[in-house]
T-cell receptor
Framework: GDSVTQMEGPVTLSEEAFLTINCTYT??????LFWYVQYPGEGLQLLLK?????DKGSNKGFEATYRKETTSFHLEKGSVQVSDSAVYFC?????????????FGKGTKLTVNP | NAGVTQTPKFRVLKTGQSMTLLCAQD?????MYWYRQDPGMGLRLIHY???????AKGEVPDGYNVSRLKKQNFLLGLESAAPSQTSVYFC??????????????FGPGTRLTVL
């Protein structure tokens, strides 16, 4: 079935370090892919998205490229800040015959130390 | 715009009690969703609605009921609460399925504890 697998956390980095959070997916159709971020005590916010193969989503210095050949959508940031500390969720959305299926990964907690 | 709001923010129930969680959105969105978030499990879809008067089951619907009598509101009901329903509940909404409409906006969550 359709699923999303993202790297287990927690991830702890120092400020200005490079970040990669891996995400791979399994889907029967052609999904849209998303990264959501959840700051402590808040709901999820869309960070970036990509709707077709080779699309690159970007926002706030974060980037992710939709790789159909490797079924991946890895999240990257060149230089993290303390304010990036949060839980990050990879997700996919598939629409088939007018109905939709949404699947979230289990989340990766990122802590950035000064 | 307030976006997506949830009521209440916190609640403690005893086993067997009932309650209703309210989700409201002021963005004229068609689609609304209820998720639960548990440690190590990510978000799991409970029920969703594709428009006023419609509801559908998600991944984990047992023990919950929903109603969408008005477009802006999506209610989640627990008829007889169980400790396994202790969780953080999130409501989300979005405008549509195509292109940039396909972005969910989340509420701040309701933390429910069932004793």
């Amino acid at each position: 079935g359709d699923s999303v697998t993202q790297m287990e956390g927690p991830v702890t980095l120092s400020e200005e370090a490079f970040l990669t959070i891996n995400c791979t997916y399994t889907a029967t159709g052609y999904p849209s892919l998303f990264w959501y971020v959840q700051y402590p005590g808040e709901g999820l916010q869309l960070l970036l998205k990509a709707t077709k193969a080779d699309d690159k989503g970007s926002n706030k210095g974060f980037e992710a490229t939709y790789r159909k050949e490797t079924t991946s959508f890895h999240l990257e940031k060149g230089s993290v800040q303390v304010s990036d500390s949060a839980v990050y969720f990879c997700a996919l959305s598939i629409t088939q015959g007018g109905s939709e299926k949404l699947v979230f990964g289990k989340g990766t907690k990122l802590t950035v130390n000064p | 715009n307030a976006g997506v709001t949830q009521t209440p923010k916190f609640r403690v129930l005893k086993t067997g009690q009932s309650m209703t969680l309210l989700c409201a959105q002021d963005m004229n969105h068609e689609y609304m969703y209820w998720y639960r978030q548990d440690p190590g499990m990510g978000l799991r879809l409970i029920h969703y609605s594709v428009g006023e008067g419609t509801t559908a089951k998600g991944e984990v619907p047992d023990g919950y009921n929903v109603s969408r009598l008005k477009k802006q509101n999506f209610l989640l009901g627990l008829e007889s609460a169980a400790p396994s329903q202790t969780s953080v509940y999130f409501c989300a909404s979005k405008k549509g399925l195509a292109g940039w409409y396909n972005e969910q906006f989340f509420g701040p969550g309701t933390r429910l504890t069932v004793l």
